[in-house]
């Protein structure tokens, strides 16, 4: 593979495609440089998102139909978050790769959040670790309050256990079944009692609540609380392989390769630092195998963020891209259940699939551009997506195509496929085609 | 010549035209293309928002109705009465000859264990037929979907509607969704997939397995436009949306469509504010619309080939909220009808208004129970292939 087929492949996967105009950056570059450059944008410290107000309709004097207003009110803020993140894994300026963590973990780590203020925090959670150190970013979700409300922890009490938690963080999060008994699940929920959180979306501990007997638990004994549990989980060799095997899923095949994520769990078993095992993947050489490039399917928010970065929509109608998400099947901040989207083929029916391929078109068309299209579209009763009002900016894309003519394919679809199209002379309509491709479903 | 000669010849000379290259290159493009239906129908109805089943099917026999409801309690001289115990909401009089012909089956008290009060969650329960203890992420029908195989059209199970619903993926198989047969067709019909070519997908089972359902759903389209035009519906529609898909489904069916399963969904049943109009605007579009189904199916004499299934994913709170709506609940009525029910009538005695859990009804009858008896006795499948393990059959179909 060449080194350009290389860069490509990487920011694929590890980002969400590259805009014309990065790509005329990286096409300069050695392939180490580019991959050099990727994490170096990590190091720039990620801004902090602010939180909004998030309106008070717990309280209990207040009448339903206030209620209703404020949860609708309260509906419109997490969809900001979740907007505004989509925005970012689109930005040029953001780092791709820490986006694409932060979306990878908010799959593995999958909560439904229906507060604004808990949603930018548990962002901002994931955002500071998700390159950083396994054992942090863990305790930090066990700490973090969306999920202690989505699986139970409030009401885990000394005197009437909750094992939710307790048993999903060991079977989806760390360990997966059949390393662990139910009694653990019993004992770990015990050690995690007390574990809640405020009114204000702080971490909050509750002593009067917290069982500070003996547990047993995989093996040891003590008075142990949620970071001991943590702790000895990670103790078991099975946790490594774990987290391996889902970031092996994910990022290189979905066929996975056991003799692999066995050699990736040893390194990654000495210090869970999550940036060297994605470090140690993408320098690798099986990471550019045939077999391991072109075959995987984005997910919608892979989709819809990379169309918009490729195209550099500058603009674009915050409820369009929600209608988008529900529409293809993944809304940010509300996945199906705590084991996340199942992924690959699970994104595509005949719906979604010809929603997808209808996608850059209707970007297009709503970035009032004149030329006829998409005519299809225009009796098309998703009026919604007319509403995306979308501002682009064309410009990079044809000077990519003015300073390298034959490159867009290669920078739009994935290095192995190719759709045979005829192309048009002109850049935009030339992009459209491609993007319109099923070829451009997958990375 | 015989209709359904004709239909397939103005079927193949219409795509033979039009025709991608896609399909060209394609070895299924013919496979499914002259389809005729065999086999039963189900037509599954979902009533989104959970409907408040004690509002729908009103115990108005029963004191601690009427005193857990002051207001939003239906007065007993409005009941239609079915027996001396329950009877039917007044906008639902539709039904009631259905009931009084036979044709229809009341379960009571139908719902699950440790029953969840989520919208979102308990609806995916439902639809995926899994324990509440569980997460799966294949629907039933999906899964049924799974057992019959290969040999079935990609619209051998058919929503109503823009997209689909977890109930109608499998594992290896989709159910196939479609609101309007005129959009379909117009959105496969278009420049940019016309020039496209599946004969470089070897090795990359994900872009091949994009080009099959691209292949599949230009075919559906096709023939379920043609489909869509054989038959006009005679009965009287209400307006809205749930009467068009009904009548749709009706002109599928009578058209004699390779579909078997059927799914289509009314929302709004959320009540919790000022529930009286709204249920009852929602009950009527919804008795009006199945009436009207089942008058085309029985013009056509096929009622008794097919099985209409109600449900919600769940009731509501036995007492009234202050303000005049009702709380999620957890068991809930479901429906059947057709024109072959064993046992019609009430399946089961009322829900008991006494022992509540939390305020909530206890539920009688597993949803699974009702899958099991529409997978096994209706449509000839495996339900415990499907559920994961056996749930008694209901022996009413």
Known sequence: MTDHAKTHHLYRRAGFGLAPQEWLKLREMTFKDALEDLFARTQVPAGVLKAGETPDYTRKNISPKERMELQKQERQNVALVNVNWVKRMAAQKESALLEKMCLFWHGHFACETKFSLLATKQLNTLRAHALGNFRELLLAIARDPSMIRYLNNQ?????????????????????????????DVKEAARAFTGWSSNKTGEFFFRPRLHDYGTKTFLGKTGDFDGADIIDIILEQPAAAEFICRKVYRYFVNEKVDEARVQELADAFRKDYDIGQLMRTIFSSDWFYDGENVGNRIKSPVELVAGIMRQLNVREIAPQGIIILQQAL????????????WPGGR?????????????????????????????????QENKRQLKRLAAVMDLEPLKQLVATSPGELPELLLAA???????????????????????????? | ????????????????????????????????????????ILIVLQLSGGNDGLNTVIPFGDDLYYQNRPILGIPKNEVLRLNDHQGLHPELSPLRK???????????SVGYPNPDRSHFRSMDIWQTGSPATEN??????????????TGKPTYHALEVDDGLSLAMKGATRTGFAMSQPERLRRAVRNQRLHGLKADHTAGNPSLAYLYKTLTETTEAAGYLFEQSKVKNATAEYPKGAFGKDLKQIAELITADTATNIYYASLGGFDTHVQQRNRQQRL????????????????????????????????GRRLKQNASGGTDHGTANNVFLMGGKLKAAGFYNPAPDLTTLDNGDLIHQVDFRRCYATLIDDWLEGNSMAVLGQQFASLGVV
């Open chain 1, 416 to 443: 192995t496929s190719s759709p045979n199209l005829k192309l048009s002379p002109a850049p935009d309509l030339q992009a459209l085609q491609l993007m319109s491709s099923p070829e451009y479903q997958i990375c």
């Open chain 2, 136 to 149: 799966w992420s294949t629907g039933w029908i999906g899964r049924h979907l799974d057992n019959v195989g």
């Open chain 2, 283 to 314: 009950l009527a579009q919804y008795a009006q619309s199945v009436s009207a189904l089942v008058e085309d199916l029985k013009a056509n004499n096929l009622f008794d080939d097919v099985l209409i299934m109600t449900f919600s994913e769940f």
């Open chain 2, 98 to 108: 259905l009931y009084d012909r036979g044709e229809m089956t009341i379960i009571n």
């Open chain 2, 1 to 40: 010549m015989k209709r359904r000669d004709f239909l397939r010849n103005s079927t193949l000379a219409s795509t033979a035209i039009l025709t991608p290259n896609f399909l060209k290159s394609s070895a299924i493009a013919s496979a499914t293309r002259l389809a005729s239906r065999s086999g039963k």
């Open chain 1, 155 to 183: 009401q885990n009490k000394k005197l009437s256990p909750n094992e939710n938690f307790a048993r999903e963080v060991m079977e989806l999060f760390t360990l997966g079944r059949g390393n662990y008994t139910e009694t």
């Open chain 1, 346 to 378: 699970y994104w595509i029916d005949n719906s979604t699939l010809l929603l997808r391929l209808n996608l850059a078109a209707a970007i297009f068309q709503a970035g009032e551009f004149n030329f006829e299209l998409a005519p299809e579209l225009e």
């Open chain 1, 329 to 340: 099947g993944q809304v940010l901040f509300r996945p199906p259940n705590v084991a996340g």
